[in-house]
């Protein structure tokens, strides 16, 4: 197991970006799949955005494609969530997690995103 803390959340206005970080605690150049997940205001944790390897194949739910990018960076054990042009409904909790050796993690906190009308 890694331990994975998920940073680079806030308050931003609509048609803004951010750029979310999760670091693990541990190398991660072998996991085969990297996801965000984000956790709405009442609503149930849901999947964003994976990437699968060999590949590597890339997928994003239809409500962020064209606006977010999932990418990695072996050498710092980190994966990233470029999101722009922010909307209201992309407030939530983003969490990440990575599949290695067939066990996905234990999910860490978190990072709040709140996009303001």
């Known amino acids: 197991q890694v331990q994975l803390v998920e940073s680079g959340g806030g308050l931003v206005q609509a048609g803004g970006s951010l750029r979310l970080s999760c670091t693990a605690s541990?190398?991660?150049?072998?996991?085969?799949?990297m996801a965000w997940y984000r956790r709405p205001p009442g609503q149930q944790r849901s999947l964003v955005a994976s990437?699968?390897?060999?590949?590597?194949?890339?997928n994003y739910v239809e409500a962020v494609r064209g606006r977010f990018t999932i990418s990695r960076d072996n050498a710092k054990n980190t994966v990233y969530l470029q999101m722009n042009n922010l909307k209201p409904e992309d407030t939530a909790v983003y969490y990440c997690?990575?599949?290695?050796?067939?066990?996905?993690?234990?999910w860490g906190q978190g990072t709040q995103v709140t996009v303001a009308s």
């Open positions: 990437w699968v390897e060999p590949g590597p194949t890339i």
């Open positions: 997690n990575v599949v290695i050796n067939l066990r996905s993690q234990d």
């Open positions: 541990g190398n991660i150049s072998s996991a085969n799949l």
